[in-house]
Each structure stands twice: as structure tokens, then as C-alpha cells.
């Protein structure tokens, strides 16, 4: 008798979105100085919706430009947010799935956002198509075959991965030890409530918009902040699932708040 051995093979391609501008600075080991300005004074007003810093007896301000370069001159022209995000490379989830037997394969993948803006940044994420997961060749169909996007039990995203023995789907928790936002903590068996952050727990869906997964209200620079985002892929042991390689596009963006 010959036993034929059917799998199916899932390649994870990450793609990053990057708002990065570049300045000249002084910079040490320990610290950077983006900015400097020779003056008699100065000083930062607040209030509860506004901020003003002057500067008294500043000389050479202004902005000057050519068709190669421009100069910004003195502290108040270089004013500007300074934001970067890392480049992972695209993920290939392991170990094969069995199309008839099902199984489980996973991956991961991670981004350090680092930034000097006072207030922080927002680390949000999206997949280029619904659902997320689809075949691309192979024995599937590439206009039908595909995963399910994870389905929580509620609203809230599930603590535990969990799907149906008749169903296939895919989806994502992430990892942020500093910056997790409220959706993706827990209180050790519910998410979205509590102040725990736990490695592969609070698991949902990926959608078309993005959603926020990481967020600071302060300065990180030099260090930077890591999140790990866990992708996950199941077919339950009594659903068939067309062998072929399946593959979903995934954005990672970070803005400066």
C-alpha cells in the first residue's frame, strides 16, 4: 500500500512603513544633541493644550535652500521629529501544516521604533487583503482557497489560541513589555482588561485598517522599543485544507505623535 503524505507549506511576507527624517547632530555614546543655538535666553511656556519655546537674542535664523541642499538655521528652525523602525525579514511560519491531518504553524517577527518626539509614537499594523491569509500556488485555488482571519470568542481579543476542529484560520497577538496598549493586556484569563503583558497571549484578527498595537507618550531615543508581533496559522484535524503554499502581506507603520 502507498501512503501519500499531502501538507501545505506557509510563507509570511512582512512589509514595513518607515516616517524617518535626518538631521545633522552631535552625538556621543550615551547622547545626541540634535539641535543647538548660541542665545541670551530663553524658555518653555505650558498650559493644558499648548506649548511655546522662545529663544532671545538668537542670530543666522531662518531657512535657506538650494536645488541640492537646505539649511535650517538656529534652535527654533531645527525643530523637527525624528522617527525610525527596523526592517525584520519576511517570516516563513513552521512546520508544515498537514492539509488532511491539520496542524499548526507559527512565526514571528519584530520591530524597534526609536524616536525623539516628547510625546511618543503609535505602532499600528494591517494586512493588504481579507482575509489575510490566501493561497498564492501551488495545488490551491488562488481565488478561493485561503485561511479564515482568527475569530475571538468575544470582542476582545482570545488569551488562549483557540479554533474549531472544522475550521482554518490565522492570526496575531503582539509583544510589547513597555508600550502594550490596553486591547492586548490582560488579568491573567481575560483580554483587554488588567495591566499584564504576556508573550503569545491575547490573540486576534487581522484586518484591512490598521490597528494600534504599541503606543508611548514620551521620548525613547537612543534605546528604541521593541514589539514582537506572534503570527499564527491552524487547520482543525477534521478540515481539509487544499495543499499549496498560502502567503499574506502584512504593514507595520509607525507615526510620531
Not at 50 to 76: H, P
Not at 172 to 189: E, G, K, L, R
Not at 207 to 212: D, G, K, L, Y
Request: charged share 15%.
Amino acid at each position: 500500500m502507498k501512503t501519500i503524505r499531502r501538507s501545505l507549506f506557509i510563507i509570511i511576507i512582512i512589509l514595513f512603513f518607515c516616517v524617518n527624517s535626518t538631521l545633522a547632530y552631535r552625538s556621543s555614546t550615551n547622547y545626541i544633541i540634535h539641535s543647538d543655538s548660541i542665545n541670551v535666553g530663553g524658555i518653555d511656556e505650558n498650559s493644558a493644550n499648548y506649548q511655546t519655546r522662545d529663544t532671545i537674542g538668537e542670530i543666522g535664523t531662518g531657512e535657506m535652500a538650494s536645488s541640492s541642499y537646505r539649511l535650517k538655521g538656529g534652535f527654533q528652525q531645527m525643530q523637527e521629529v525624528v522617527i525610525s523602525i527596523t526592517s525584520p525579514n519576511d517570516v516563513n511560519m513552521s512546520p508544515n501544516i498537514g492539509g488532511v491531518s491539520g496542524g499548526t504553524g507559527a512565526g514571528s517577527a519584530t520591530w524597534t521604533v526609536t524616536t525623539d518626539s516628547p510625546s511618543g509614537y503609535t505602532l499600528s499594523i494591517k494586512a493588504s487583503t481579507s482575509p489575510a491569509l490566501k493561497c498564492v500556488s501551488g495545488g490551491c485555488n488562488t481565488s478561493t482557497d485561503s485561511f479564515a482571519d482568527y475569530t475571538p470568542v468575544g470582542s476582545n481579543p482570545d488569551y488562549n489560541w483557540g479554533i474549531d476542529n472544522a475550521d482554518s484560520e490565522f492570526g496575531f497577538n503582539p509583544y510589547n513589555s513597555a508600550d502594550q496598549v490596553q486591547n492586548f493586556q490582560n488579568d491573567s484569563s481575560n483580554c483587554n482588561t488588567g495591566s499584564f503583558v504576556n508573550d503569545e497571549k491575547c490573540w486576534y484578527k487581522f484586518t484591512t485598517s490598521n490597528q494600534t498595537i504599541a503606543q508611548s507618550s514620551s521620548s525613547n531615543q537612543p534605546s528604541g522599543s521593541d514589539t514582537k508581533v506572534n503570527l499564527k496559522a491552524t487547520s482543525g484535524s477534521s478540515h481539509l485544507q487544499v495543499e499549496g503554499t498560502y502567503q499574506a502581506t502584512i504593514t507595520v507603520t509607525a507615526v510620531a505623535n
